[in-house]
T-cell receptor
């Protein structure tokens, strides 16, 4: 079955470390997105990518980096510059004509700083 | 960025009752979508309504859209305990990013 796979499901990071969250899709979707969700709040856009080798900052990109070397993969790195990284991270994808059919979301990664 | 507003923020009802949640937004949209999120999980797409549509049904779900008021409502009829989740509206504004509402937490008591 097609879908989005996020890994790991839970991730613990020490202060000052960089960590990378994986997002892989086999839907042949052109666009991919990363969102952050804090407890009791909505989703905020970190980065998005419409095509391979291109990505754009979202609303809260500071302290994060991404790459889009393959259509299927859109990993997110949480760097030590991100001051408050503890949150739930969701990856999503859509076809190029994103408005027509909705979006597919992964099951999320919960990142905790210890 | 523009975020949609949802109300109520939280809703608690008994099984069998109907649940209504509302979403308001600020700019014009191409379509509006509703998603469900179970605690700590990803989002599940429920229904999409285009800007030229006024009402749409899917099973126990009914969505309305009033573009003149820039608002949408999601009605879940004959609710079940399994409907307990957070519900988000998503506004597709034609920009290259997604804008979510703030969410409604629904609790259905058995």
């Amino acid at each position: 079955d097609g879908g989005i796979t996020q890994s790991p499901k839970y991730l613990f990071r020490k202060e000052g470390q960089n960590v990378t969250l994986s997002c892989e899709q086999n839907l042949n979707h052109d666009a991919m997105y990363w969102y952050r969700q804090d407890p009791g709040q909505g989703l905020r856009l970190i980065y998005y990518s419409q095509i391979v080798n291109d990505f754009q900052k979202g609303d809260i990109a500071e302290g994060y980096s991404v790459s889009r070397e393959k259509k299927e993969s859109f990993p997110l790195t949480v760097t030590s510059a991100q001051k408050n990284p503890t949150a739930f991270y969701l990856c999503a994808s859509s076809i190029r004509d994103r408005g027509a059919y909705g979006y597919t979301f992964g099951s999320g990664t919960r990142l905790t700083v210890v | 960025s523009q975020q949609g507003e949802e109300d109520p923020q939280a809703l608690s009802i008994q099984e069998g009752e109907n649940a209504t949640m509302n979403c308001s937004y600020k700019t014009s949209i191409n379509n509006l979508q509703w998603y469900r999120q179970n605690s700590g999980r990803g989002l599940v797409h429920l229904i999409l309504i285009r800007s030229n549509e006024r009402e749409k049904h899917s099973g126990r779900l009914r969505v309305t859209l009033d573009t003149s008021k820039k608002s949408s409502s999601l009605l879940i009829t004959a609710s079940r305990a399994a409907d307990t989740a957070s519900y988000f509206c998503l506004m597709d504004t034609g920009r290259r990013a997604l804008t979510f509402g703030s969410g409604t937490r629904l609790q259905v008591q058995p």
